[in-house]
């Protein structure tokens, strides 16, 4: 069975900093790559970062220079280091693994105040 666990959201001061956390199990098939996308009231969800299996990044314009995404040494984990946070980054954050499937996590809230 399928599990993506994912933690380290909530409510936060503009300016300020989350970490977010997506541990996976039961994958079938190699990862290829993972990443979080999100989304908020409205609007379609959107790529925030992802990092494939060689460690090749890609960010959405408007978190370069504030996010990092990275991988634990298991592999099967992956973070996002969330920094100066502005109110617009307010959505549902999902994580993302590619593997033979696409596998999607049940998403965590975060919540950015001005």
């Known amino acids: 069975q399928v599990q993506l666990v994912e933690s380290g959201g909530g409510l936060v001061q503009s300016g300020g900093s989350l970490r977010l956390s997506c541990t996976a199990s039961?994958?079938?098939?190699?990862?290829?790559?993972m990443g979080w996308y999100r989304q908020a009231p409205g609007k379609q969800r959107e790529l925030v970062a992802r990092?494939?299996?060689?460690?090749?990044?890609t960010y959405v314009d408007s978190v370069k220079g504030r996010f990092t995404i990275s991988r634990g040494n298991a592999k099967n984990t992956v973070y996002l280091q969330m920094n100066s946070l502005k109110p617009e980054d307010t959505a549902v954050y999902y994580c993302?693994?590619?593997?033979?499937?696409?596998?999607w996590g049940q998403g965590t809230q975060v919540t950015v105040s001005s």
């Open positions: 039961g994958i079938i098939g190699s990862i290829s790559a």
């Open positions: 990092i494939t299996s060689r460690g090749s990044t």
């Open positions: 993302n693994v590619e593997s033979l499937y696409i596998n």
